[in-house]
């Protein structure tokens, strides 16, 4: 299998990355985080998701195409020209609500529906406010964090951050997880209905 054979790359995707280029934007989703969480929201009809740090919007244009007619997307950025950029190439899509504030804030205030997916590519709902992200994500939802491998550009110090974050993860049990090293480093949580110890059922959170 070559898993790098990626087929059904989205229409607009080469025109972002040009865009990425031409601004020396360094920060992009690779293209397998993208088919992942196309398909995971493909299989979520009528979906409701949120991604967090979209950057200038490849990831996007993924879990745009995943959508069904039926889906909506918000999308949260604090840099108001990533979230221009990203007005220019998606704003005509009624599913789709780019919101640019800062994270935590969002965070902490949001009251709507809670969330099939969530895609935390942003220090707020992955490295902060993570219990609150992910009290916003329905039983039986996806929680998808990628750069879980160390990369040439961490910081001083990031490392530890990823491993506090990954070992806080996997002793929630409200949570089931997959770990991939695979593309930059994947996490994927889904939340239990069921307690691993207790087997008594999780009161819901925030569903509609």
Excluded at 21 to 33: A, H, K, N
Excluded at 162 to 175: F, K, M, S, T
Aim: glycine share 6%; proline share 6%; aromatic share 8%.
């Amino acid at each position: 299998m070559n898993d790098s054979n990626i087929l059904d790359k989205p229409i607009i995707h080469p025109a972002i990355e040009a865009k990425c280029q031409e601004i020396g934007f360094t920060m992009p989703s690779d293209l397998y985080i993208g088919t992942l969480l196309k398909t995971l929201i493909s299989s979520k009809p009528a979906a409701n998701v949120l991604e967090l740090g979209p950057g200038i919007g490849l990831s996007l244009s993924w879990m745009i195409d995943g959508l069904d007619a039926h889906s909506k997307l918000t999308t949260v950025d604090n840099d108001p020209a990533l979230c221009a950029i990203a007005q220019d190439f998606f704003g005509s899509d009624s599913r789709l609500n780019i919101v640019c504030v800062d994270g935590t804030e969002w965070i902490k205030n949001y009251q709507g529906d809670a969330f099939d997916l969530i895609f935390a590519d942003a220090w707020p709902g992955k490295y902060s406010e993570i219990d609150e992200t992910l009290a916003l994500l329905k039983i039986g939802g996806f929680y998808v964090i990628d750069d879980m491998s160390a990369q040439p550009n961490w910081p001083a110090g990031h490392q530890d951050k990823v491993d506090a974050l990954v070992a806080y993860l996997e002793q929630r049990e409200d949570l089931t997880l997959t770990k991939m090293n695979w593309s930059t480093g994947v996490i994927i949580a889904s939340r239990r209905f069921w307690l691993k110890r207790s087997l008594a059922p999780i009161p819901p959170t925030n569903t509609p």
